[in-house]
């Protein structure tokens, strides 16, 4: 079971970028699959999720209405969209599957994860 998260990079604010979470060994449909992220000296922070079923979708207030989660089942991949980047969103991306906290109350927790994928934005 791994889990490869991609699409990292330095961009400007106001600027975007795509972050992919490839799955091997398991298929990413069955599980609840969320996006954190980690700046220096903070804490962990659930930026998106999305469920396994419905394909419902979550964001932290942070992060609402610039960023976007979604599922290509065909590539066994989900993706995060992030526009309107702004420099306090530069942080380690990680993604995670089976996450037990997936909802508008929070996005917590995660089974399985992949190595981080680092963002910056600077000007």
């Known amino acids: 079971v791994q889990l490869q998260a991609s699409g990292g990079g330095l961009v400007q604010p106001g600027g975007s970028l795509r972050l992919s979470c490839a799955a091997s060994?398991?298929?990413?449909?069955?599980?609840?699959i969320g996006w954190f992220r980690q700046a220096p000296g903070k804490e962990r922070e659930g930026v998106s999720c999305i469920t396994n079923m419905a394909g419902s979708t979550y964001y932290s207030e942070s992060v609402k209405g610039r960023f976007t989660i979604s599922r290509d089942n065909a590539k066994n991949t989900v993706y995060l969209q992030m526009n309107s980047l702004k420099p306090e969103d530069t942080a380690v991306y990680y993604c995670?599957?089976?996450?037990?906290?997936?909802?508008?109350?929070?996005?917590?927790?995660?089974?399985?994860w992949g190595q981080g994928t680092q963002v910056t934005v600077s000007s």
């Open positions: 060994g398991f298929t990413l449909d069955y599980y609840v």
């Open positions: 995670a599957a089976d996450v037990p906290n997936c909802s508008g109350y929070g996005i917590e927790g995660g089974n399985y």
